[in-house]
């Protein structure tokens, strides 16, 4: 049997939400996601794909001779033994390999030296409480994983450290926290980082900064 994955795009930009922020990256995006977070900027990626052979992503992957490659989606665990074989096989064509999760699926599987960027879903998301895998969060982390979580509020703010500090992520792993674009102004998120004394990192979607932010494939 043919190993296929389901495809949204594949493209070469600026990776924005990471500590690999601002270093070139080739994006695999996965079709199909199992939220529907209320800012989501990928909703295209929800249906659109076509099906591609391993074979094919890692030949298209090398034409942009780039050595860092990030699944996203949509949400690529949605497809996990085969997300896992290609990061398996990324890995082995030496490529330093990032995943962005949602935080709903389990991330066992995922193979050890790929960074796990997980996102953690405050409740301004929309997405149910329920919908998180929070045994997942309970786990182990690992030395590479980040997290990311995209506020709207004040309310989303503390709802996130609480969570971290729970799980014990805080400190432990590299931690993110990014303003939901247009809705929560920069300055004020800056402020509650630099209140908070935590080691969390401000970030900001920079390839809607450089780029339209509606654009797509960037
Ligand atoms: S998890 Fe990501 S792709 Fe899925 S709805 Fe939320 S923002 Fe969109």
């Known amino acids: 049997m043919t190993d296929t994955l389901r495809i949204c795009e594949i493209f070469h930009s600026i990776q924005g939400e990471s500590s690999f922020s601002g270093q070139p990256c080739v994006f695999v995006r996965m079709s199909g996601c199992n939220l529907r977070c209320r800012w989501c900027d990928t909703t295209y990626a929800y249906q659109d794909g076509s099906p591609w052979t391993l074979d094919d992503i890692?030949?298209?992957?090398?034409?942009?001779?780039?050595?860092?490659?990030?699944?996203?989606?949509?949400?690529?665990?949605?497809?996990?033994?085969?997300?896992?074989?290609?990061m398996t096989q990324l890995l082995e064509r030496e490529y330093c390999v990032l995943i962005e999760t949602n935080g709903s699926l389990p991330l066992d599987d995922v193979p050890?030296?790929?960074?796990?960027?997980?996102?953690?879903?405050?409740?301004?998301?929309h997405v149910p409480h329920d919908s998180v895998l929070w045994s997942q969060f309970a786990k182990s982390w690992r030395d590479e994983d980040e997290i990311k979580c995209v506020?709207?509020?004040?309310?989303?703010?503390?709802?996130?450290?609480?969570?971290?500090?729970?799980?014990?992520?805080?400190?432990?792993?590299?931690?993110?926290?990014?303003p939901v674009w247009g809705e929560l102004s920069m300055p004020e998120l800056a402020r509650w980082i630099c209140q908070s004394r935590l080691p969390i990192r401000f970030n900001l979607q920079i390839q809607k900064v450089i780029w339209d932010p509606a654009a797509r494939g960037v």
Do not use: N
């Open 58 to 86: 890692l030949s298209r992957v090398a034409d942009f001779q780039c050595p860092l490659v990030e699944l996203t989606g949509g949400e690529p665990m949605m497809q996990r033994a085969s997300a896992c074989r290609l």
């Open 112 to 125: 050890r030296g790929v960074h796990r960027i997980i996102d953690l879903k405050p409740p301004g998301s």
């Open 151 to 178: 506020v709207s509020s004040r309310d989303d703010f503390d709802w996130c450290v609480d969570k971290l500090k729970t799980y014990d992520a805080m400190g432990r792993v590299i931690v993110h926290f990014s």
